[in-house]
């Protein structure tokens, strides 16, 4: 499913130039759940950015379902990120001003959903997440598990291909956490490729393979049993 | 999609309520005077535009060439009319009218144990039957044809025929007296005018009534000389006429008519449609409406607008690190930049749907006050105009876009990823300056009209207090009809009234030394054959006139005591005219008015000017002498200290001695200060719009610096840790908006001179623009940005530190 090849990207500020990736090469097959490990500042979230199309990288290939997309436009990078890929972030980046409802409702308006058509999924999706009692409440009511599981809900309502986490249960207790790698385990289980950024090595168990980075390059690779 | 959008926009307003609050009063002030001056300019637009041929229609106006170049006037002589419809066939419609200032009319007589009432109606005018083909009022009864026909009939309006009938409908048939002398039948009741007309016509008596034999007027039908500035003449020109062609023609005109000597006294053409801007010519009720005024005032509340939209657009881009979540997340969540534009710009219509709702309910409260302070009629239910409609929506869209736009492209404009961890390094501080640059933008606009109105209120302060050379103070000035009956009775009234104990002092003259009714001429100088090239105002007056009003001789001495002309007073002006440079050499030399044997006499003495006219204008030359039946006012000098029983015992005396007439009376200074209406109405909206600019750019600000003292909580906690005092951190939020205002005062100070002093040039009598009144602008702005900054200021520094380091 993504394949990247010697992937570069700097960051410049008036002085420095920092090296975040570093001729990085790596490949993640359909139905795969990676871990993505290292310590900050590795290049952990830049990698992470890119394979999600929100930054494009400065030198190399990045095949996402054999398209090249390294050099997309951000209309098209746009376009293929909404129907393709749903994210989760460790702070669950809800909008305070929308209701869980309205929140997980936000990606199948931007891909064109029927009206109709997108009451039946969320409330499918909600339901699934066991959260549907919560519909009418606004982010800032719920406890951060229960935001975390509408986030969840949110990034699969478009059943993308591939979901991208970025520490998952960071901002949660252990038992929320566990809630939360149980979810994704479950979808990954139904077909969705997920990587997954975490600093936890028992967040890191959940997954088949773990990637270890260090200033922008792979160290190793461990594969789970 | 657009659901989603106003939905996000609205709770966004709901969570941000002070902000939003800011920004639609604000706006709602701002978009209110918009509307206001829009309706202002929209009433002054449409004077007259509602007569059929009103493209066609001219005024003749006379162009009077002097030495000085041309002046205009509305008035033309008598016979104009006339014999404009004799020489000129192809011209389709002419149409005479005549105001009759001031006149007194009796309803009823004092037989059958009735007493008569007695009106007095400034709009009264002599027309010509034409005139209604002409302009198209309304009648209500009568035969607009056929009324005003004969001599000696009127038409009423409606609330003229109530007012004097009871109910128009008894009017038809019945007689009105004018003043005690001839009736006049009623034969038709008209429309009450619309209040855009400069036709304020109320009472309209037959124009044939003046050339009746009989009439005051009736000799000077053949008068080519004399212009009546109350006598207009309005004609229809066929289609396609040239009108630079048809001038010439009425300088053929004049010149077959009027006296060689008087041939340059011209005529031309005024358009209907110029008439109402025009100020130089008179108008009969109404005042005229420059051009210019109307730029200024629309320029006004442009920039009321603009800076009501910057307000919007300040606080919407310092709001922007707080939207840039929800930014990064509709962006990875695959929204486009089209989209989030019009989600921003939707929040941004909201606000003004509601800012325009807003300033409808200001507008209509408003409206009252409005109509009295400019003295115009404007009708609460505009709204239901469609002009008024279509401004209001252009307005939303204006600022929508104006207002809405910029902050919306800088939004969408985030990095998704920067957005979602707030990194704005770049576009924080390019918005700052734009920011400035709006501030400065708010102060500048908002220093120029508050140096404008500055000058204004003191060129008034200056109008009322600058000596006139002669005393105004405590005189009262009552009219009377100056019929032969009447000025027998004068020199009684006059003894009556000097035995009252609280009057000082009594004169009779045709005016009071300054006024707005005037009369003038040219004359002969020293026997010369010639008339000389410029006019002299008249002022018949006893010689009371001169002690009454302390008017001071520079040479000679003031005329004896008579009631014919036999000798002379004239000013200074009047010598520096003809070149006398030494007042006693004027002195013995011969007058003659009028071409008049029995106006020829010797001048006697010189007086030093007084002010004849507002203090707009120059003193022109003058000439004075008694002249006993031309007085129609008695001046009275009252000792200030009893001013209610002298009034009460006046008023008896004077219906005593003119049973038949109305009773008025003025106070002089009061009708001096009517001379600068204007320019206490100007100052008076003046004053309101600097107001409103200044109070709107202190909202922005004010939304600003709180907005400032959030985002520096950290700043200012980190400062006080390490032994910041409280008024050092008040300082470091007050400098920067010092600064600012100090900034836009280098601009707005040289646009306010060059305004003001524009302004100042076409007064004759004016102020010097000192550093005064600029110091006193910046210093006004400086205090109220201080003390809208202030509070927020003083209350970040002194919040606790250790809370507003942890809370971060």
């Not at chain 2, 493209?55 to 002097?66: E, L, N, P």
């Not at chain 2, 429309?191 to 000077?220: E, H, Q």
């Not at chain 2, 002298?646 to 109305?662: G, K, M, Q």
Request: aromatic letters at 10%; charged letters at 20%.
């Amino acid at each position: 499913m993504i394949k990247i090849t010697n992937l570069e990207k700097f960051y410049r500020t008036e002085e420095v130039e920092t090296i975040a990736l570093n001729k990085l090469s790596m490949h993640v097959d359909t139905g795969e759940f990676v871990a993505i490990m290292g310590p900050s500042g590795c290049g952990k979230s830049t990698l992470l950015n890119i394979l999600g199309m929100l930054d494009d990288p400065d030198e190399g290939s990045y095949v996402f379902n054999d398209i090249e997309v390294a050099h997309f436009t951000e209309r098209k990078r746009a376009d293929l990120r909404k129907h393709n890929i749903g994210f989760v972030f460790q702070s669950f980046n809800l909008i305070d001003e929308l209701t869980v409802f309205e929140n997980v409702e936000l990606p199948l308006i931007y891909t064109g959903v029927p009206s109709a058509e997108r009451v039946k999924r969320v409330e499918e999706v909600l339901d699934k997440m066991q959260i549907m009692h919560r519909r009418n409440h606004y982010p800032q009511q719920l406890s951060g598990g229960q935001q975390q599981r509408v986030a969840i809900a949110r990034a699969v309502v478009n059943k993308p291909k591939l979901i991208l986490a970025d520490e998952p249960t960071g901002n949660l207790d252990s038992s929320n956490g566990n809630d939360v790698m149980e979810l994704l385990t479950d979808l990954n289980e139904q077909g969705t490729t997920i990587i997954m950024v975490t600093h936890s090595e028992h967040d890191a168990r959940y997954s088949h393979r773990i990637i270890r980075l260090l200033d922008g390059q792979t160290v190793m690779e461990n594969i789970m049993i | 999609m657009i659901k989603n959008s106003i939905k996000t926009a609205w709770r966004s307003l709901l969570r941000n309520k002070s902000y939003a609050l800011i920004n639609i009063v604000g706006l709602a002030i701002g978009i209110a005077a918009c509307l206001l001056i829009f309706l202002i300019v929209n009433f002054e637009t449409s004077f007259d535009n509602f007569h059929k041929n009103k493209g066609q229609i001219y005024r003749i106006i006379s162009a009077i060439h002097t030495p000085q170049g041309i002046n205009l006037g509305s008035g033309v002589p008598l016979p104009t009319a006339e014999s404009i419809r004799l020489d000129f066939p192809q011209v389709k419609q002419v149409a005479a009218i005549m105001l009759e200032f001031g006149a007194h009319f009796t309803i009823g007589d004092n037989s059958q144990g009735q007493t008569a009432k007695i009106f007095k109606e400034d709009d009264t005018f002599y027309v010509e039957p034409q005139f209604f083909d002409i302009f198209n009022f309304g009648w209500l009864a009568g035969d607009k044809k056929t009324a005003l026909s004969d001599p000696y009939t009127v038409a009423l309006t409606q609330n003229e025929a109530d007012k004097f009938f009871g109910d128009w409908h008894n009017a038809m048939g019945k007689v009105i007296k004018l003043g005690d002398k001839k009736g006049y039948k009623v034969t038709g009741i008209l429309k009450n005018m619309p209040a855009n007309t400069d036709f304020p016509l109320k009472v309209v008596m037959s124009y044939s009534s003046i050339r009746a034999k009989g009439s005051d007027y009736y000799d000077n039908f053949k008068d080519w000389v004399s212009i009546y500035g109350s006598n207009n003449c309005f004609i229809v020109l066929p289609e396609g006429q040239n009108i630079a062609q048809f001038n010439n023609q009425l300088t053929a005109f004049v010149k077959k008519h009027k006296p060689a000597d008087y041939a340059k006294d011209g005529m031309q053409l005024q358009a209907l449609g110029n008439m109402h801007y025009d100020s130089e010519v008179q108008l009969f009720r109404t005042d005229a409406f420059s051009k210019s005024l109307i730029r200024s005032i629309s320029l006004v509340g442009l920039f009321l607008l603009i800076i009501a939209c910057v307000n919007f657009i300040n606080l919407a881009t310092a709001q922007a690190v707080n939207r840039s979540k929800e930014v990064g997340i509709r962006k990875v969540l695959g929204s486009n930049r089209e989209q989030l534009v019009i989600q921003f710009i939707s929040e941004t219509l909201i606000v003004t749907v509601f800012a325009v709702l807003l300033s409808i309910l200001i507008a209509e409260a408003v409206l009252p006050y409005l109509n009295h302070l400019l003295d115009i009629h404007l009708s609460n239910d505009f709204i239901l105009a469609p002009p008024v409609i279509l401004f209001l929506v252009l307005v939303i869209a204006g600022v929508t876009l104006l207002a809405g736009l910029y902050p919306a492209m800088i939004l969408s404009g985030f990095n998704p990823i920067a957005a979602l961890k707030n990194k704005f390094v770049s576009t924080k501080s390019s918005g700052v300056s734009l920011r400035r640059g709006l501030v400065i933008l708010q102060f500048c606009i908002a220093q120029v009209l508050v140096i404008g109105t500055l000058v204004i209120i003191k060129q008034v302060d200056y109008f009322r207090n600058k000596p006139l050379g002669f005393a105004k103070d405590a005189v009262v000035t009552v009219p009377f009809q100056n019929d032969s009956v009447s000025l027998t009775r004068i020199n009684t009234l006059r003894d009556q009234l000097l035995q009252q104990p609280g009057i000082n002092k009594v004169s009779f003259s045709s005016a009071s030394p300054s006024d707005n009714m005037g009369w003038s001429t040219d004359f002969k100088y020293n026997n010369s054959s010639k008339q000389t090239d410029f006019n002299a105002d008249l002022k018949w007056a006893d010689v009371d006139y001169f002690s009454l009003y302390k008017l001071q001789l520079v040479a000679g001495h003031i005329y004896a005591k008579t009631d014919t002309v036999h000798e002379y007073v004239v000013n200074e002006a009047l010598l520096k005219k003809l070149g006398i440079t030494n007042p006693n050499d004027a002195i013995g030399k011969n007058l003659e008015l009028f071409n008049d044997k029995t106006k020829n006499a010797r001048i006697v003495g010189v007086v030093k000017d007084f002010n004849v006219r507002s203090l707009k204008h120059d003193i022109p030359p003058v000439i004075m002498a008694a002249y006993k039946s031309t007085y129609q006012v008695i001046n009275i000098k009252i000792q200030p200290t009893n001013i209610k029983e002298s009034l009460a015992s006046i008023e008896h005396l004077w219906n005593n001695t003119f049973p038949n007439n109305l009773y008025e009376y003025q106070f002089l200074d009061t009708k001096i200060a009517a001379y600068y209406k204007s320019e206490e109405q100007q100052s008076d909206l003046c004053k309101i719009f600097a107001g409103i600019a200044i109070f709107i750019s202190c909202l922005g600000l004010y939304g600003l610096i709180s907005f400032m003292a959030l985002q520096r909580t950290r700043e200012v906690g980190i400062r006080k840790t390490l032994g910041a005092s409280v008024s050092s951190i008040v300082y470091l939020f007050s400098k920067e908006f010092t600064v600012l205002i100090l900034l836009s005062f280098a601009i707005s100070a040289p646009l306010g001179w060059y305004f003001m002093n524009k302004w100042l040039m076409d007064i004759t009598y004016r102020i010097t623009l000192g550093p005064g009144i600029f110091l006193l602008a910046i210093a006004v702005s400086i205090v109220i940005a201080w003390l809208t900054v202030g509070y927020k200021a003083v209350s970040a520094a002194l919040a606790n530190p250790v809370k507003s380091l942890r809370s971060e």
